[in-house]
């Protein structure tokens, strides 16, 4: 996707997010993924991590929020092309004068934004029902954080939509790509546990720089090199995405408009 | 005599057909995904989050809990398409339409998923033993292989109750996922029961799985068959009353959508 659509469609990017909003408040898997999974998820590691330092509350709740994210991109973003193509709307979109990466960028921005109420839920849960005093150690480093990575998600997104609608067998695998990325992204407990191979792993995902970020501004356990080194590969990494989407938004237009199968690609 | 055959037919027949037609996982690659690769995950993650908060020693707690819980996949959302499934693929009026005996139809739905559950099961424990060294060698394995058994019919009956909120509504995978969840939490799979408040401890003991999983712990520790007895019987009881539930939605559904007309849109 070209940067400098971003600025010249931001009114169509946020309409398309004003809409979608609208559209998936009514539903109900929707509201489970941004809503209830992560705060059962956040009751699961209250519970399991009493007694892990003083700062494991705050933990929980951004990493349990972050679950939230990530599982409404995986789930709800990646099928953001595809549900247009169910609705019976995608010939449309396509047949636009609006370029179509950012139709499907104001749609993730919707859902990314969303789930950021997932880490609301959880701060709440944490503060009302357990009786936690949380305390955000540097909330404007924090809020940064957060800015960049609804960036970097959204970017990723736009990865795994035209993905998941040119390459079916990947969508099939969609159910077993959730907990890994928990895993390997480091939301719930730190990646230094896991295997030293899978290291690389984690350091080439997106939502491992935003974890690191949300987590080391929010519990104070960071300094601001370290930060500074998150902000700076959630920035690279979008635009690395950026620039395969529109790879990837080009090639699925040209076999859907060549082939003319829009509807089956 | 013939009465007795025709029904133990419709039976298997019911059993094969709604797997295979209805439990929309059944191809290769998406039940590799769903049933093997996910479970997996699932149990990796709460293994090493359960490690962490425990300072790495109680890695088989979190293992073989999480190896149990993975019966709830094809207990609650196996059994939730195979009944479900009939509606959403408007089957569900031929189906109503049928002399055939409603108890056969509606336990038949669940047999498959039993056997399907207790193989995840078993494959759960073997990823346990192969990649977090769970040692299986006091277990009774024969008391193990009941207790598995045991804990996926009986989270089997949840799940035809389940599968009967799928005639009802059309928020189904909102409840499951939930309901799915709220396993994990109040089974004991990953936070010992004892720790919990009073209130979930109660919640914790009218659900399937519960008893299931602490037999299991016990099996696997070196416990005998006597030890885990009475846990299996309260285990199983409470899957019967769950499956009885759904039984008697289920029938009352058929009546109600008849009277009224709303087949296809209660």
Redesign the interface.
């Known amino acids: 996707m070209k940067f400098k659509n971003l600025i010249v469609y931001w009114r169509t990017i946020l309409r398309v997010a004003e809409i979608t909003l609208r559209h998936q408040w009514n539903d ?2 929707i ?2 993924a941004i809503l ?2 992560p705060m ?2 956040a ?3 209250l ?6 330092g003083e700062n494991y509350a705050m933990f929980v709740v951004v990493g349990s929020g972050l679950t939230g994210l990530w599982s409404s991109l995986l789930f709800i973003s990646g099928n953001s092309i595809n549900g247009e193509r169910w609705q019976g709307t995608l010939e449309s979109l396509v047949a636009a004068p609006i370029p179509f990466e950012v139709i499907i960028f104001g749609k993730n921005l919707a859902n990314v934004v969303q789930s950021l109420l997932s880490m609301s839920t959880s701060y709440l849960l944490a503060a009302l029902l357990f009786g936690y005093t949380l305390q955000m150690s540097a909330p404007f480093l924090f809020t940064a954080s957060v800015f960049l990575s609804i960036f970097a998600f959204i970017s990723f997104g736009l990865i795994i939509a035209p993905l998941f609608i040119m390459y079916r ?1 990947i969508q ?5 790509m ?3 990325v ?2 390997l992204a480091g939301f ?3 990646i230094a ?2 295997p030293n191979w899978t290291t690389p792993v984690s350091y080439i995902l997106p939502p491992y720089w935003a974890a690191r970020a949300l987590h080391e501004t929010s519990t104070g356990e960071g300094d601001l090199q370290k930060i500074l080194l998150a902000w700076g590969m959630m920035l690279i990494f979008s635009i690395v995405d950026l620039f395969i989407s529109s790879k990837l938004f080009r090639k699925m237009l040209y076999k859907a408009r060549v082939d003319a199968t829009l509807e089956t690609v | 005599m013939n009465i007795i055959t025709k029904n133990l037919r419709l039976f298997w027949q019911g059993t094969v057909l709604s797997y295979v037609a209805l439990f929309a996982w059944f191809r290769p690659v998406t039940y590799a995904a769903s049933k093997i690769l996910m479970p997996l995950a699932q149990i990796i993650f709460f293994t090493f989050l359960g490690s962490y908060a425990s300072g790495g020693t109680d890695v088989d707690f979190y293992v073989i809990g999480n190896a149990i819980q993975i019966t709830a996949v094809s207990g609650i959302f196996g059994v939730t398409m195979s009944i479900g499934g009939d509606r959403w693929a408007g089957t569900l009026p031929y189906l109503f339409g049928t002399p055939a005996n409603r108890m056969m139809l509606f336990f038949g739905r669940a047999f498959m998923h039993i056997i399907d559950g207790a193989f995840g099961v078993v494959i759960a424990l073997g990823w346990g033993a192969l990649l977090f060294g769970v040692d299986f060698s006091h277990t009774d394995f024969s008391a193990l292989g009941l207790t598995i058994i045991v804990t996926t019919t009986s989270t089997c009956g949840l799940g035809l109750l389940m599968g009967c909120l799928s005639l009802i509504t059309a928020n189904v995978m909102f409840v499951n996922n939930t309901v799915y969840f709220l396993l994990l939490i109040f089974s004991g799979a990953n936070i010992a029961i004892d720790t919990l408040p009073n209130w979930m401890q109660a919640f914790s003991k009218a659900l399937p799985l519960t008893r299931g999983i602490a037999s299991a712990r016990t099996l696997i520790a070196g416990g005998s068959f006597a030890d885990v007895a009475p846990l299996l019987v309260s285990e199983i009881g409470i899957g019967i009353a769950y499956g009885i539930l759904g039984y008697f939605l289920f029938t009352w559904f058929e009546l109600h959508a008849k009277r009224k007309g709303t087949l296809e849109t209660v």
């Open positions: 109900s898997f509201l489970f209830v999974q059962l998820i009751i699961l590691a519970f399991m991590l009493r007694g892990s067998g099939q695998w969609q159910n077993a959730e907990f890994p928990y895993i719930l407990f730190p546990l896991l």
